[in-house]
């Protein structure tokens, strides 16, 4: 069976009706308003509205009952605030927007009884839905939460994440009481809003419920009952139960390389699919399917469904971690450059590469919690962003090397070690070798010989090679740099020295 990537004609359908009835934002040449209804709660309350104008413009025919935070203005954007006080009867008026000869209705409702919202498109809500009241129908495509209700509804414009569902006395935490699952078409509506960069509808009122005609019941991988399926690949197998014509399936394109039919089985309304899954080369991956049947009217009903996929770890460096695709695993040495002010969870590392990483919240798995600035730490996670910043996510600490602050007369004493790192501060001696960063490093207590310095933790081959002469470091300048106590030919040394940081001057 081919895989091919489709919308469903169902979804299809809801788009055509979104676009004829959604409240679109209407374009004059001289003046835009970011909505042309607005609608304020019956207890007394405010909406604000975005005026976009060409020049001067002026609002008139306001009624009294009707308060704007500003009824003028001058050309650019600027937000305007409808407010009402509480009211006992419905009260609607047509208000003019006035801009350079141009017009702009805008209607205004504060309805005592329930109003019909139109319907927008998650795409819409998305863009534009923040601190508004919307309206959506879709398809549930995954719950997260079966007790508050957080879940996901898709239109084929996009997705939107619902955070709470109330019940049909309008009471939360009682999800499960409305019998919804995933492939069903859902009406709702709620208050829109941006969390943490994501758009959510707060606490919907359910309008409707459509029950799919096909619903996946369970999803097994290697014969188990998971959604996890290893990076070395496996078999997934989907359990079916199908009320409509037949069933077939979908999958995207991007997933065309990575899935092959294995059998298909059918028995009355139960059907079964089995797919082999490749073995995954890159990162952490999630695999969507999408089966579909029709009723004897030919409309089309469907049932996502998804799986996990592990990625392999690639052992690399933070530069080339920050230049990956969002999703890959890696594995990270590097030490400590700075700490988060509240979360000790949460630091910056660096490596010999010169890059700098945000870990984010990693966890530390049977290794001592005393990371600090300074220590040498071995991560694993993934490659994620958040807005503008690139993050490593589902982090874990493998390995914590300790790093004491020490003079040199303290690391002449020490014993030789190459597990114990010390950070040193002094002055740069005599350079015996520009290349390799041999050197003499000289405080109050003493000088100890530096046999190379690195640019920075896990430099090896080449990268090992003219940091002195690159960074312009030279005699006389002060260093702080970390390394182990080891000793060659009865003299002592520091080995695996990195530089740290050179000081900056008083």
């Known amino acids: 069976m081919k895989l091919r990537n489709i919308i469903p004609a169902l979804v299809a359908g809801l788009t055509m009706l979104v676009s004829c009835n959604d409240?679109?934002?209407?374009?004059?040449?001289?003046?835009?308003?970011?909505?042309?209804?607005?609608?304020?709660?019956?207890?007394?309350?405010?909406?604000?509205?975005?005026?976009?104008?060409?020049?001067?413009?002026?609002?008139?025919?306001?009624p009294d009952w009707l308060k704007l935070s500003k009824t003028t203005g001058e050309a650019g954007l600027s937000e305007v605030k409808f407010s009402a006080e509480a009211t006992a009867t419905t009260r609607e008026a047509i208000i003019k927007l006035m801009c350079?000869?141009?017009?702009?209705?805008?209607?205004?409702?504060?309805?005592?009884?329930?109003?019909?919202?139109?319907?927008?498109?998650?795409?819409?809500?998305?863009?534009?839905?923040?601190?508004?009241?919307?309206?959506?129908?879709?398809?549930?495509?995954?719950?997260?939460?079966?007790?508050?209700?957080?879940?996901?509804?898709?239109?084929?414009?996009?997705?939107?994440?619902?955070?709470?569902?109330?019940?049909?006395?309008?009471?939360?935490k009682n999800f499960a009481s409305l019998g919804i699952e995933v492939g069903d078409i859902i009406d709702v509506e709620g208050p829109a809003k941006l969390y943490n960069g994501t758009m959510e509808l707060v606490n919907v009122t359910v309008n409707s419920i459509?029950?799919?005609?096909?619903?996946?019941?369970?999803?097994?991988?290697?014969?188990?009952k998971s959604d996890v399926v290893p990076a070395e690949g496996g078999k997934v197998t989907v359990f079916l139960t199908c009320k409509g014509n037949g069933v077939d399936?979908?999958?995207?394109?991007?997933?065309?390389?990575?899935?092959?039919?294995?059998?298909?089985s059918t028995k009355g309304t139960q059907s079964v699919y089995t797919f082999n899954v490749a073995k995954n080369e890159g990162g952490d991956r999630v695999v969507s399917l999408e089966f579909n049947t029709t009723d004897n009217n030919g409309k089309q009903y469907s049932a996502p469904t998804k799986f996990n996929q592990k990625g392999s770890i690639i052992a690399g460096s933070c530069k080339e971690f920050n230049a990956a695709e969002k999703g890959t695993n890696y594995r990270l040495s590097g030490v400590v450059v700075k700490m988060h002010e509240k979360n000790a969870n949460c630091y910056y590392?660096?490596?010999?590469?010169?890059?700098?990483?945000?870990?984010?919240?990693?966890?530390?798995?049977?290794i001592p919690e005393n990371i600090k600035a300074g220590s040498i730490?071995?991560?694993?996670?993934?490659?994620?962003?958040?807005?503008?910043?690139?993050?490593?996510?589902n982090s874990t600490v493998e390995d914590v090397k300790e790093v004491a602050v020490a003079t040199v007369a303290e690391m002449l004493a020490k014993e030789d070690n190459t597990n114990a790192y010390f950070m040193v501060t002094g002055k740069i001696g005599k350079i015996a070798n520009e290349n390799y960063g041999n050197l003499d490093?000289?405080?109050?207590?003493?000088?100890?010989?530096?046999?190379?310095?690195?640019?920075?933790?896990?430099?090896?081959?080449?990268?090992?090679?003219?940091?002195?002469?690159?960074?312009?470091?030279?005699?006389?300048d002060t260093i702080t740099l970390i390394g182990y106590k080891t000793t060659h030919n009865g003299n002592a040394q520091i080995g695996g020295a990195f530089f740290w940081n050179k000081a900056v001057e008083e």
């Open 23 to 62: 409240d679109e934002a209407t374009y004059l040449d001289s003046v835009r308003v970011s909505q042309s209804i607005v609608s304020l709660p019956v207890e007394g309350g405010d909406t604000a509205i975005t005026v976009n104008a060409n020049s001067a413009w002026e609002f008139k025919n306001v």
């Open 100 to 172: 350079a000869g141009d017009s702009q209705l805008i209607k205004v409702m504060q309805s005592y009884g329930k109003v019909e919202l139109p319907i927008s498109t998650c795409a819409d809500v998305n863009a534009n839905g923040a601190g508004k009241t919307v309206r959506v129908k879709g398809i549930c495509t995954s719950i997260a939460n079966t007790t508050y209700g957080n879940w996901y509804i898709s239109d084929g414009t996009g997705e939107v994440y619902i955070y709470g569902t109330l019940d049909a006395s309008g009471a939360e």
């Open 210 to 224: 459509e029950k799919s005609l096909v619903k996946v019941d369970s999803v097994y991988v290697n014969d188990e």
């Open 249 to 264: 399936y979908t999958a995207s394109a991007e997933n065309e390389s990575i899935l092959s039919i294995r059998s298909i």
């Open 349 to 366: 590392i660096r490596d010999w590469s010169g890059d700098t990483v945000y870990v984010y919240n990693a966890k530390a798995v049977a």
């Open 377 to 393: 730490v071995t991560v694993v996670g993934t490659r994620d962003a958040y807005k503008e910043t690139i993050e490593m996510t």
């Open 441 to 476: 490093l000289v405080d109050e207590t003493g000088t100890i010989y530096v046999y190379g310095l690195l640019s920075g933790y896990g430099a090896t081959g080449d990268a090992k090679k003219g940091f002195i002469k690159a960074s312009g470091l030279k005699e006389g």
